[in-house]
């Protein structure tokens, strides 16, 4: 004859089910929340990058930078730093983004949602001969670096890296280099 299985192995059965349930609860509500969170979050990118020239001798082009949270929420203890430099190769090297968020990094505050707000910067000495040569020649460029660190609502913090190049010198407008750019 054929014996029931024991009271605790229903109990059993029961309490594992439960278990599955609830583990299965909290996944969900953790897969909402982050697309909560990344549906409403702070995204702050480049709008717009100008440069003024000419590559001349003696000249210090000066680049605007308009950067725009593209979201509906705001870009908290937002930072920038930006750097501008004439590249003195025709390639970019391999070695990782130089520079970092440090002391000199410029606090912008609050970005609201929808907002730009505008940075100018220069090279940071006047243009010597050889290298408005090399510009002309376009056998060097221009290349502009900027690192933007925010806080978005949710106290996420989010970090965007962009190079930005001055190649054709019949044009005001700066492209994106091929490599570091990156928005998390």
């Known amino acids: 004859m054929v014996q029931p299985p024991p009271a605790y192995f229903f109990s059993g ?14 996944i969900q509500l953790l897969m909402l929340k982050r697309t909560h969170e990344t549906t409403e979050r702070a995204w702050v990118t480049v709008h717009d990058a100008t440069i ?24 908290l203890t ?22 970092k968020l440090t002391t000199d990094a410029e606090s912008v ?37 900027r690192i933007v660190s925010y806080v978005d609502i949710f106290g996420n913090p989010h970090e965007t890296k962009l190079c930005l190049i001055w190649r054709d010198t019949s044009t005001e407008s700066l492209t994106p280099c091929e490599k570091w750019n990156d928005a998390d």
């Not at 003024?52 to 509906?72: D, K, M, T, Y």
């Not at 609201?112 to 002309?136: C, D, I, K």
């Open 78 to 99: 937002t930072q920038i730093r930006l750097v501008m430099t004439v590249w003195t190769s025709n390639k970019l090297p391999d070695w990782e983004m130089p520079p």
């Open 109 to 145: 505050g609050v970005v609201g949602p929808g907002s730009v707000v505008s940075r100018a910067l220069s090279l940071m000495t006047p243009l010597t001969e050889e290298q408005g040569v090399h510009l002309e020649r376009k056998d060097w460029f221009i290349v502009t670096l």
């Open 13 to 26: 059965c029961i309490a594992f089910f439960t278990f599955v349930l609830l583990v299965a609860s909290v």
């Open 52 to 75: 003024v020239g000419p590559l001349i001798q003696h000249n210090v082009p000066r680049a605007r930078i308009l950067f725009q949270n593209s979201e509906r929420s705001p870009a």
